[in-house]
Structure formats: C-alpha cells, structure tokens
C-alpha cells in the first residue's frame, strides 16, 4: 500500500460517537487533523480530543518489534513461540485454560479473526473484552427487552426531540460532538434538556433541569415515571397490545419500587417537586429521547436501569420514530462492532449464542475443529480465573486491565502469576505489560490499521490507513491468522486483506439467518475489494440484496424475540452493591474528565490535552472537605476496602455531599499514586456482568504535602520512591508534578541522578528543603526539577517553554531563580484544549468586554470548535460578574 | 621638634600607614621607613599578573623615592631591622647602626612557610613572595623547565596561574582534598580546579611532599606516595606565617602575632604593630585589606583622634587564576546554621551562603561575584535577612528579575584592580 500525502477519510478512535475525520499526511511522519464534513455522525466536528490526534502519532512510546522473554525477536520466531506455548498450555491444562481479553479498540476484522480463533479453533470460550466495562449493562437491557443486542434509534433523533433526558451521561466531556449536537437543536428547536446525574457536570449546567439523583436510583425514577404513565393514561395501548408482552408484571413491580411521589423523592433524594416536573416532562414531549451512558451502565443493577428505562418508551410507543426511543452512548470507538462478531463470553458470534443449533450453524460455518458450547467468563470472573490459576495464558489485546478492571491491583497481581502472558499492544510500556508479559506483539495503531468500525448508532464506518505502519508492527487480524497457521488452522485463516476478513463476517452475519437475528449485514457479503475501500458510513442491518442501511427499528415493532414482542422487564428494588459504613462512609464515583481517554497512552502525548487536568484529582463536596480535615489543592488519600490513591483534591459543589469522584485515566506510567481501579469494588450486574464502578464505599484522610514541586524531561524519568508525581505530556517532552510529605533531603542524590548525564545547575538549601536543578546537553535545556516548600515553588509552566533552547553558560544560574525572562507570566490553567487557551487569557478577554462566550471566542478563539469548554466559559463569566457584582 | 615615627616594614601595610600619616599631619612626625627589600613598596597582589605578563612592573609601583623625599620621608631600602631596644627606643640595623624612634610601627608583615622536608635548600627551590622571586620564576620560563608549586593556597594558585601564563608546565600539589580550603567548600574549589586545570595546570591533590631531590639543582618532587614530579623550578607556597623575631627578640607579647589592642598597641609603650604580623583579638589576617583598615586607625591615632580598630571582616574578592572569587565571613558553618548553595560546575559559576539566626554570615562566589558587595554588606550589617531568604543567593531582588537573563558583562580589569 503506498503512502502519499493526499488526505484520507478515516474515523476517530476515542468514544463511541464514531467521527468522520479527515488525516493529512505532512509528509514528516505527522498528521492535519480535521473533521470530516460528510460524516453523518459529526458532519465535520470534532472534539478536544480527536482535534489533537495529530499530536498523538509520536514513536518515541511505540512498541516496534516482538518481544519473547525480555528479547527482541522477528515475527516468525514470536509467532511460533506464541504458537508452542499456547499448545503447551493447552496440552498441560485443558483448551479452557487460556483465555482472550479484548478491546472496544480494535477493529472489527481483527476483532474476528480473535473470536473465530478461540471459539472456534484453540476451543475455550473465555473471550471477553473492555466493553465488559463500557457498556455491558445497555446490551444486557437490550436483549433482555428487543430480544437482541440492538439500538433502536439514531443520532438524528437528538435533532429531532423536543425534550432529551440524559441519564448518568456527561455527554459534555465524554461524547462532546454529540453533546453539541444538542446544544444545537436546543438552539434551533428549543429541545428541553434534563440531566439526570448524581454529579453537577459540565453537562449538567447546560441543562435546563439538573436532577442530582442519588447514586443508583435511576430505576426508582423509571419506575415512579411508568406508575404516573400508568395512572394518568398517557400509555399508547395499541403499541403496548400489539407489540409487546409482560407489561402488567413491570407495571406492578415498579409501584413496589416506587409506591408513591413520596417514596420516589425519598429514595431518590431528588423533591417531589423535581420527581413531578420531570414526570411531567417526559409525559407531555412526545419527541422524547433518553440517553443513557456509563452512570447507568457501569452499575451492579445496569440492566435494571436500561430495561425501567426502555420500558418507559415502550409503554409509550416511543421507539423507532423519529426524535423519540431509547439511546444508549457507547464508551468505546468499537464496542459494538466487537460485540456483532460476538467478541463477549455470553455470546458465539454474529449476534448468535449457544442453543444448539447456533453453536451447530457457526461451527458448520467457519468449519470449526473446537466449537465451544457456553458461555465463558465475563471480564471481572475472567481476571478471578487467572487469580486462582484457572487461566493458565491469556492474551491481552489493545487493553490495558491493570489499570482499568475494578481491584486493579489484585489484576496486576494475578497477572504476574500467568504461564503465558501475551500482550498484543501499540506502546513498549504500560501497567499490563509491566505485570511481565512473556510475548510482546507490536500491533499497528489508529492511523496504521484498515477496517471499519461501528458507533453507537448502529454505523459502519471504515477505517482507513494513513501512515504506514513503523518498526515491524502488524495489524491484529495479520498476528491472530499468524499463529492460527502455525497451530495447523491455516486454512480457515488464510486471510490476505481486511476486506476478506469482512466479507466472511457479513456472510456469516446472514447464514442460515431467516430474520431471527437483526444483525445482519450480508447485504455487504460480496464487496468487492475496492467498494469495501470506498464502503461509506452505513447503519445495520443491510441484509441481502439491499445496499442502504437501516436508519430506525422497531417502529413498527418487529423485535427480534420469538413471538417479534418487547419484553417489559420486571426490575429488582434497586439498592447499590456495597453499603456505607462507618469505616467507609463516602461514595467513590469514578469516569472520565474531558481531555483524557482511557489509560492516556495516546492523549497522555498531546501537550493540549495534558492541560486542562494535569494532575490525578478527587472532587469532594466543600461540606466533606471540611469534615476529612482536608484542604482545597491539598491532597487526600482515598481508600476503599479494595485499595487506595493519593489525589489533589478539588472542593467542588459537582459532587454530593457525601460522594466523591476521581477520575480513571492515570497509570503508574502517568502517576505515583494516581491509579484509582484498584479502588473499585466491582460488584457486576448479574446480567450483564458489568462491574459497578460508580458507588464504591470509601474513605478520606488528608495527607499533608509540605513540600512541592516539578520536573520537566524530554523523556521518561526514575522519579525515586517516596515522591508523589504525576505526568503529562509537553512540547518536546513531559512535565512532572510532584509533592513530598516527608524532608526531600534523602532524595536528592536520587534527584540529581536524575539528570546525571547532563551538565546542571543546581540550588539547594536543605534547610528549607529547596532543590532546583536545570540540566543542560549541547548547551539547550534538557530537564529541570524544583522542590520546595508547598505554594513557594515557581510555576512549571514559566520553564517549560524554554525546554529546549538554548542557554549560555553565564545565564544558567538566573533559570533556577524560576522567573520569566521577559517577565511574562504564565497563561494561566488550560481551559479551551482546541486552541489553547487559558484560563487568563479568557479572563482578560472578558476585562476586555466580552460578556458571553461568542465574544470570548471572537476575542481568542476558545470554544469555537468543539465547544466542550463552553460550560466552563461560561462559569468563568459567571464567576466575573459575580465578583463585580 | 618632631616626633620620630620609625616604621619597621615597606610592605603595602606599611606604605599605606605613612601615607595616611603624611596626609593627615603632614607636619609632625619625622618619619623613617626601613625595608628588606632594595626596592620602595610595591603591589605584592599583583605579583602573580606581573608574572603572567599582565600587568607591567610600572603598574605594580605604588610611590617612587621623589615621593618619599617630597614628602620628608627617609626610606632606608635593603637594609633588614635586626633588633630593638624598647627602654633605649632604639631599632638596629644590621651592619647600618641604629634608628631611634619616639613611636615605633612594626608592619613587617609574613614570610613563607618552608617544608620541613629533604632537599628544600636545593637552587631552584622558592617562594612566591616577592619581586626577586617572580625573576626568577621568569627565567625559569626561559628555560623551559616544568615547575611544580606546593600548595593550594590563594598564593600557591596565583604562582601556579603565573607560571602557566608564562608558558611554564605546572604541576600544583596540595596536601588538602580541596584548594583554598580555608576559603571554599569543596563545591568553589572544584571549579577553581576546574578553571586551573582549563589552562593546563596539573593539580595533585592530598599529596604531600615527601622531598625535592637533585644533585646541585632541583630536579623533581617526590611525593609521600612514591610519585615523582619533574621540576627544574619548585616554588613553595604552604602559607605564610607572621614575621615576629623581632618582636619576639624585643619581649613583645606574641602569640600567633605580635599582640595588639584596639588601638593597635602592642605590649610595649610606645610599640604598634600593624598588617600580617598582628594578632589581633585572636586573629592574624592574612589578606591586604585588613592591614590597610589597621593602617588607617593607627594613622589616625597617631593624628591625635581616639580611633578604635575592632577588626575586619574576612572577605577575598579577587581572581584566582582568572577566576572571580569572593569569600567573606563564616566559611565553615557554625553549627545549625543554613547552607545554600547555588552552583553550575560547567559553567564555572558557584555561589555559597550561610545563613544563621536569620543573618548571612558567611558567602563564597565563584565565577560570578556581581553580587558581592550585597552580600558583604549584609554580613557586616548583620542584617536580618528572613524578609529575602529564599531569594536571597539571586541577588538584590529587584535585580534578579531585570538582569537575571541578560549577558553578564565581566568587568576584568576592575576585578583585578579590586583584588587590593
């Protein structure tokens, strides 16, 4: 495949909202990052973080070569390694003793050929993936209520709408180009927006109702929302007759759940007031859509959650017309095109699970040796399993679960005591790998992979390769079918291009389906080469004979259960896994921040997107901050019964009191004490085996941080023990935030080791416990670290600019002084990660007249492009006025 | 009739004692200045220049004989005092007879320190102390022979700077583990080192001389280790000690020094004493700008006014091989005092503070002494310091912030000049 510098139209690889982006090689090895106009799910926009994917694609933390025990090795040596050792397992310890763990970050041809290997092949059926994080609980309430795994609506349904409820969704930060998306046709049409989220988000204060719910009693509204249904015939009987069954059960089950506006109020911790407008709302807009993401999935009572609320637009006939029906925002740029191939424990492949004849059809199928028959183990079982030597080798892929799973120190643990480790991986190193990956596979990243992907809108988009691929690196589906071959199947894996890989999958997706499966893209099975390139975004299903997608489903009713009806379903009294408790008294609630994603291998490079959050954090109501005995900026360690974090913490009225909140992104690559999975209980849904991830019981202390300070490098550094740090990524390299408790004395010869190989210019003054060094190669700025007395250091961000440059010999000393050379302070803390722009810059922009944010963007730019700084702006210039007042 | 004023020593010391005094009241003393030296007084400072070429000889002259003639001055030039007679108030002269005095000033300053060690009376075997030394140093260039210097003093650096300058291949050996270090911390003395060693000085150091050996010239140093360092010119400069056989020979007090009081008299009536031949409350200076403050009390007192010298400040501002250096106050901290330092080894730069009870009590700057003058100032003050502590070793803080990234512009020949 031959790279040029023409443009390509590929998609974004961050959430589920699935962007059209247009890549413009700059013939250096880099990217023009823009939003491609055509795409239907962004039409052009994009978010702070795919806007900076350009500054993502540095090899400087790619993994370019396979790696056997600690050795670098070329890829017949590490296939046939990977081939023998998975035999040997198998041979010592049974076909179910080696498991797969997947991500919503691979394409679904390589997605695929995994699932077909395991389930097929190497015959275990523990194949599970990081979507069993994501959005686990919305497909468990899907198939529980459609019969199948199955979003009944679209994104033009949010244009649409004349009321739009967003439940346990900052689509503000998290799926921003949908959020203004919103934002736009509240403009154009007036759309009322309700955000119901225990949190005060971003999203929130756009909103024109915030219900701050209590943790995990989404059900409790649901369920008071269909009695009031109910009661005040506003049911559309014909739908509920004709097109769907169980309806009487549900309906008496939610009066015990919310056997009065009294009760609801109660349990929900929201006014009667609150719980009747929003009753109200809901039951007067016809064009209603509810959005539900992660606060509703990623709970022990997720599929409760999902099924109260569809039963909500089922008794309605709200579904499958435009501007109404339920809508779940995927996490994850791929989940459900992992889940169509069947890349979950609880299913086969190609929406198919395991009756008989569906193991008997794929089987037949793919000629398969080793069918499995059952399910496997969902992740948090799945990770137990290895825990207590019932896995023996697991393959990881594009996943980082040493960060991510719930107890996340127990994974990284139970990892290390694995036979055969193998990680499938773009970066050399992170928390997984570190756990002692025998066999390192270098994959090709986003801008290297070919395939296509699906959003959270049913919408087959491709993806497209840009860059060629460096060092060795392999697409996924290449690696799989390389060992697949040597374990003797190479006849089923004889895949040459993804395409090929694709038509097998869509005609699968249509073999022997008679309309029993809604998914079903064999319309697509005989693409050509060439139209599978050109292939453009398309939504499921598209059976045989047909080209054009399906834009809506079930309108008309039409469900893919035996009798075609939509199952109400009957919820549990919602209560959270794990109770407070004296020991732990707060409520851990855990998700993303705005610039970040994930485990930061990839944002973590872009110096924007580092910004606007630096530093690991917990946000704690001022009430709570005051009873820990904590202190704004000042850290507190957060423990559960699972583990503990240190984190700056931030008092915040977003939170509950009583709540607190931390974000998931930092790793031990990017923090000391940063990493806040293995605080998390992960109590699973018992559905969906989804981990609850948002209401673990916990526990402050405030730790006092008397000494304070920075390190900024052009690459990694050793930062000794006993230091607490945090990383982000810089121009040219990265800055360092650190903090010590205890006299920084004894570190300092680690802290001049730091830059030993460096000329350096050094002050100390251990009396107050002051070490600042700037360190010099070829005469320019290789690194600096400053600690002193918190609150008297100088900002990191005065320095950072000079990292690099050049300095003469005489004026080295003045550095260490911590001042600007031109006086010129810093910017202040980034809030607009598009442009750039920080939080003085704005404030002098509005000191300078402009008094909403069109005229803070016309005056410098921010929030112009994908306006997910918008609701800070706009407390910016709340906080203004407020002062003047 | 005027009183004699006899002054025993024509050092810097002593010169500057009867300028002041001829400045002052030019009309009252008859005043006799006798020097071992043929020569009036000159810049001993700048001996090290003058022999690294420099400075010229005229610019090491202070005031030629037309001077002290114009001035009523007898200068008595190669002639070394040998004894006095404080009941007779008398001086001798070796072979010159007698000076009679009313007051009588001893400034007769140090004189090097010889190694008691094997071979030291070898020719070729010096000191750097004077002008007939550093003749003979310069021929020694001539010669093209290697030299080695003994000691890591201030002197022993500014023989060995001199010599390097003059084209000579040094090798400097020093007994402690660090030059100057009475002066510096091992972080100034690296840099020192450094800068030595930048100009081709080779430094030995903890090496301690075991002997100089050769048949009827100096031809190595042997080392206590067994090494052994070719030279055809050995200069020795293990420090100075204060010259007082003849206080000693005159039953003065001395300990260390001749002993003097506030007002710069020694135990005998009539008897001063000033310069590096004092001690005084405890301390024997070995620096020029001590004596000069002494010569100035005594002037004064000898003017008629109650001047009081109540001691000086230890600070060395001067160029040590080229190199900038200041060193004022405490050196080694007192204990639960605070260090800070400041340093950049590449770039030559250190700066060193000790801060106690909120007060700078002691500083070192190498490299880069712009800061100087704030700094000594804020010793002698005694300053409270709490208010810039953190600061503090950036310099006058308004500085720091206008100056801090500009190119330094180094004003050499001032620094030089300073050096006295």
Redesign the interface.
Known sequence: MAFGTASVRTTCPYCGVGCGVVATPDGQGGLAIAGDPAHPANFGRLCSKGAALGETLGLSTRLLHPVVDGKQVDWATALDAVASRLTEVITTHGRESVAFYLSGQLLTEDYYVANKLAKGFLGTPHVDTNSRLCMASSVAGHRRSFGADVVPGCYADLDEADLIVLVGSNAAWCHPVLFQRIVAARRARGTRLIVVDPRRTATAEEADRHLAIAPGQDTVLFAHLLTQLADTDALDRAFIETHTTGFGETLARAREIAPSLAATATRTGLSEAEVSEFVGAWRDTDKVVTVYSQGVNQSAQGTDKVTSIVACHLATGRIGKPGTGPLSFTGQPNAMGGREVGGLANMLAAHMGFAPAEVDRVRRFWNAPHIVTGEGLKAVDLFDAVADGRIKALWVMGTNPAVSLPRADAVRTALQTLDLLLVSENVVSNDTLGAGAHVRLPAAAWSEKDGTVTNSERRISRQRAVLPRPGEAKPDWWILSGVAARLGYGAAFAYTSPAAIFREHAALSGFENDGARAFDISGLADLGDEEYDALAPIQWPVPRGQREGTVRLFGAGGFVTTDGRARFVPAAMPTLAAAVSPRYPLRLNTGRIRDQWHTMTRTGLSPRLGAHRPEPFVEVHPDDVARFGLSDGGFAKVETAHGEAVLRVVATEVVRSGEIFAPIHWTAETSSHGRVGPLVAGATDPYSGQPEAKATPATMTPVTMRRAGFALSRGPLSLPDGLWWSRIAVAGGFAWSLASDAPIEALVPAIRALFSDCECAELHDPARDVIRIAAFADARLAGAVFIGPAGQVPRWETLAPMVGEAFAPATRLALLSGRAPDGAAACGPLVCACFSVGRDAILAAVAAGATDTAAIGAAVMAGTNCGSCLPELKRLLAEVSRAAA | MRERLVVVGNGMVGLRLVEEVTRRVPERFDITVIGAEPVPAYNRVLLSALLADEVTDEECRFRDRRWYLANRVRLITGARATGIDTAEREVRIGGHGVVPFDRLVLATGSEPIRLPAPGMDLPGVITFRDLADVALMREAARRGSPAVVIGGGLLGLEAAYGLARAGVAVTLVHLADRVMERQLDHGAARIVEAAMRERGIDIVLEAQTAAVEGRDQVEAVRLADGRRLPAGLVVVAVGVRPSVGLAVGAGLSVERGVVVDDRLATSAQRVHAIGECVSHRGTVYGLVEPGYAQAVVLARRLAGEDARYTGTLLATRLKVSGVPVFSAGDVTPPAGA????????????Y?RLV?AENRLVGAILVG?TRHAGFFQDLITRRADVSGM???L??GPRAE??AV?????TEPAAEAVAEAA
């Open positions: 605070e260090v800070i330092t400041l340093s950049d080894a590449a770039a030559g730069r700066a801060v880069e502590r953190d600061a070793v950036f720091a912030t801090a990234f500009e190119p330094e």
